[in-house]
Nanobody, 124 residues
Framework: QVQLVESGGGLVQAGGSLRLSCAAS????????MGWFRQAPGKERDFVAA????????NYVDSVKGRFTISRDNTKNTAYLQMNNLKPEDTAVYYC?????????????????WGQGTQVTVSS
């Protein structure tokens, strides 16, 4: 089993930055792709970004390209999401997920483990 714990969320003004962390425990996730998803109130959970187990491959939803950067440190069993130039529409609960395999897919249904989420609120 893999447990994922997100941190780093909070309240920030539009144009600001936050860095989310996803710490994994239970087993090493060095052979797992990691992903970030988000869910705004009243909406479905949407893909944000994903990274392959080696870090060589990344995948982003178009709306965050150029603003968000996903990364990982396998020595720390942790993935990150650096979010710059935040917009009010980025407000959501952000979830970290892990899946066996390398492909940084945007498909939520193939991720095996999920964290509890961290709230990100961007004020205008």
């Amino acid at each position: 089993q893999v447990q994922l714990v997100e941190s780093g969320g909070g309240l920030v003004q539009a144009g600001g930055s936050l860095r989310l962390s996803c710490a994994a425990s239970g087993r090493t996730v060095s052979r797992y792709a990691m992903g970030w998803f988000r869910q705004a109130p009243g909406k479905e959970r949407d893909f944000v970004a994903a990274i392959s187990w080696s870090g060589a491959g990344t995948n982003y939803v178009d709306s965050v390209k150029g603003r968000f950067t996903i990364s990982r440190d396998n020595t720390k069993n942790t993935a990150y999401l650096q979010m710059n130039n935040l917009k009010p529409e980025d407000t959501a609960v952000y979830y970290c997920a892990a899946r066996r395999g390398s492909s940084p897919t945007s498909r939520a249904d193939v991720y095996d483990y999920w964290g509890q989420g961290t709230q990100v609120t961007v004020s205008s």
